[in-house]
């Protein structure tokens, strides 16, 4: 799949917004029709000077954004050139402590993990992610080592097609 361009205007999501805290960029929808799924997938940006790795997410309006890293928003102007290079290939996530926790007390689970694809990683992180509340964050992630030992090498009821949040 080729480079994909075009021209859009950062914006800054409420800090109270469901979808993500921090500046976004939102894909036009024909650009969000050449990526190879409706789904979240990875891809390198360009914005400008800016070269990074960030996946690309599905808005829950037929479209996908991407969080802008903070270290380029200042650097931004109102209307930026986009390149996405979408990538087949994900990065390891960043695994929150406490995902790391209960996989380090769990061998089983850990060596699991371990084998996984980091695009199951993701998923895994993403879904304990979504949680709207504390207690429901913290049971998905206490669950997360019985459910890899069960056979599941991806959260069962975690759709990347829909719009999820951005993990910090």
């Known amino acids: 799949m080729g480079d994909i361009t075009f021209t859009a205007s950062p914006w800054c999501a409420p800090a109270d917004a469901a979808v993500a805290r921090g500046h976004l960029i939102t894909l036009p929808a024909y650009a969000s029709q050449l990526l190879a799924t409706?789904?979240?997938?990875?891809?390198?940006?360009?914005?400008g000077p800016h070269e990074f790795g960030t996946a690309i997410e599905p808005d829950g309006d037929g479209s996908h954004w991407f969080a802008i890293p903070p270290d380029v928003v200042s650097e931004l102007a109102s209307t930026v050139t986009v390149t996405i290079?979408?990538?087949?290939?994900?990065?390891?996530?960043?695994v929150p402590a406490d995902i790391d926790a209960v996989l380090a007390a769990d061998p089983?689970?850990?060596?699991?993990?371990?084998d996984i694809t980091p695009a199951a990683r993701w998923d895994?992180?993403?879904?304990?992610?979504?949680?709207?509340?504390?207690?429901?964050?913290?049971?998905?992630?206490?669950s997360i080592p019985?459910?890899?030992?069960a056979g599941k090498r991806r959260p069962c009821?975690?759709?990347r097609n829909q719009c999820s949040l951005t993990v910090a």
């Open 38 to 47: 409706r789904g979240m997938s990875y891809a390198h940006v360009t914005l």
């Open 157 to 159: 009821c975690f759709d």
């Open 146 to 149: 019985s459910r890899l030992r």
């Open 124 to 142: 895994w992180v993403r879904w304990a992610g979504t949680a709207r509340q504390p207690e429901t964050r913290a049971r998905r992630v206490l």
């Open 108 to 114: 089983a689970a850990q060596a699991i993990w371990n």
């Open 85 to 94: 290079r979408p990538s087949r290939d994900w990065p390891e996530p960043a």
